[in-house]
């Protein structure tokens, strides 16, 4: 849970992960007591979060609300990688085909 916390794994990992979170409440209850942990005991002028949206949970003591949020930015983050990852397939098909009609072309050129 720290590692996904830290934004450590990997996509697949975090993918694996984010969909056991979602479907299991006993490990959901459990990364929710990680952040009552990480963040409720702790003075709120020094909790140093990023994301204005987490801050204002964290400051409301909304730790469901918490997790909820990084369960959504982590399913978002996948989202972006597999459309990113299927845009780079693509890429690669495409300049793939670029060269075998580039040699095919050559070779039909010295005949």
């Known amino acids: 849970m720290v590692p996904f916390n830290r934004r450590e794994l ?7 992960f984010t969909e056991h979170i979602e479907q299991c409440p006993d490990c959901r ?4 007591i990680c952040y009552i942990i990480e963040y409720g005991l702790e003075d709120a002028e020094d909790v140093a979060v990023d994301d204005a949206e987490a801050a204002a949970l964290i400051e409301q003591f909304d730790f469901k609300g918490l997790v ?4 959504n930015e982590s399913n ?9 990852s299927k845009v780079m397939m693509t890429f690669v098909f495409v300049a ?12 039909m050129s010295q005949l």
């Not at 209850?29 to 929710?32: F, R, Y």
């Not at 978002?76 to 990113?84: A, S, T």
């Open 10 to 16: 990997s996509v697949e990992q975090e993918e694996v």
């Open 29 to 32: 209850e459990e990364l929710e």
């Open 68 to 71: 909820e949020l990084k369960i």
């Open 76 to 84: 978002r983050r996948i989202d972006v990688y597999k459309i990113y």
């Open 96 to 107: 793939d085909i670029f060269v075998i009609l580039s040699i095919i072309w050559w070779i």
